[in-house]
């Protein structure tokens, strides 16, 4: 498995890093740490601002990305740093193309007016443009883990993707979520309700939770299936933190066009208000490795 982690001097990038030392990834896992030297930007001129000679900064960052690579290593991660000129976003996207990376890793900075800014310039971007699953962290540990589904066919592939991730988020306990939103639409499980009725559009969301609990306890996790009716981000966003999740993982259907309007607000909107680490799945699918789930692995509850 490849893992790409964007990093920067900030305690943000530290806690990102740590979440992947934290985990068991599959074996042969190798990780490539990526920091960029570009325009640094005044907050409150919105302009340029002189720090250093670019040679300075590449120095200062190498030794930052070996201080994040130690770790990684220790915890028998072969990992590769380097540092590079231009912006991180778009240099993250290129790479994770170029190199068909099965997952992107980035800090993030917390909420707020200012931390949306952070986000609109290299979390959002990589929601909108990465071949690959994204996740934003804001905690180097995870406990619980809330799934967020529509019952559309992207969707579906999640616990499958999941499960090619071999031991690394595998034992959570796990919420599977699914909103009604009074659209009445087509699922992969369930026909288009012609009448749009809320209470016809909850069971049927119901039932697409429960198909997607039943998949991810026979890979290897205790799920639970809960159904919502409401906008979907805000429910997400509550139920994460009602039920007590460090970790959403919901999915983006597309680069561009109307999908992104409907689909990618949805995971916008949970990276900029959501407390808890966000995993946005989309792109190509990861080579699946098959691993045999361990029996207490399948009946642990948290």
């Known amino acids: 498995m490849r893992i790409l982690i964007g990093v920067d001097g900030s305690s943000a990038a530290e806690v990102a890093c740590e979440f992947v030392a934290n985990?068991?990834?599959?074996?042969?896992?190798q990780v490539r740490l990526i920091g960029t030297v570009e325009s640094r930007v005044d907050w409150v001129g919105l302009a340029p601002v002189a720090d250093g000679t670019v040679e300075g900064?590449?120095?200062?960052?190498?030794?930052?990305?070996e201080e994040r690579a130690e770790?990684?290593?220790?915890?028998?991660?072969?990992?590769?740093?380097?540092?590079?000129?231009?912006?991180?976003?778009?240099?993250?996207?290129q790479v994770a193309s170029e190199e068909m990376v099965d997952l992107i890793v980035v800090g993030s900075r917390g909420l707020?007016?200012?931390?949306?800014?952070?986000?609109?310039s290299v979390s959002a971007h990589l929601v909108d443009h990465a071949t690959c699953p994204v996740l934003v962290v804001r905690s180097p540990e995870a406990s619980r883990m809330l799934l967020a589904t529509d019952g559309t066919l992207s969707s579906r592939e999640i616990p499958h993707v999941l499960a090619g991730w071999g031991s690394a988020l595998r034992g959570l306990p796990v919420e599977v979520l699914s909103v009604a939103h009074g659209e009445g639409f087509v699922t992969a499980w369930a026909a288009e309700d012609q009448d749009h009725q809320p209470h016809?559009?909850?069971?049927?969301?119901?039932?697409?939770?429960?198909?997607?609990?039943?998949?991810?306890?026979?890979?290897?996790?205790?799920?639970?299936?809960?159904?919502?009716?409401?906008d979907p981000s805000r429910q997400i966003i509550d139920e994460s933190r009602e039920w007590g999740a460090d970790l959403i993982v919901t999915g983006s259907?597309?680069?561009?066009?109307?999908?992104?309007?409907?689909?990618?607000?949805?995971?916008?909107?949970?990276l900029t208000h959501a407390r808890s680490?966000?995993?946005?799945?989309?792109?190509?699918?990861?080579?699946?490795?098959?691993?045999?789930?361990?029996?207490?692995?399948?009946?642990a509850i948290g």
């Not at 680490?277 to 098959?290: D, E, F, K, T, Y």
């Open 112 to 120: 707020g007016p200012i931390a949306s800014v952070v986000l609109g």
């Open 57 to 65: 900064q590449r120095a200062a960052l190498a030794e930052v990305l």
């Open 200 to 230: 016809a559009d909850l069971v049927i969301h119901h039932e697409i939770a429960e198909r997607m609990a039943e998949e991810m306890t026979e890979l290897g996790w205790h799920a639970e299936a809960v159904a919502r009716a409401g």
């Open 71 to 93: 770790p990684l290593r220790r915890h028998g991660l072969a990992v590769e740093a380097t540092e590079e000129l231009g912006r991180a976003a778009e240099l993250l996207v």
């Open 253 to 270: 259907r597309g680069i561009g066009t109307l999908r992104r309007i409907v689909a990618g607000s949805v995971a916008h909107d949970v």
């Open 23 to 29: 985990r068991t990834w599959p074996s042969g896992s």
């Open 277 to 299: 680490s966000v995993l946005v799945m989309r792109g190509h699918v990861p080579a699946r490795i098959r691993e045999t789930a361990p029996s207490s692995a399948r009946q």
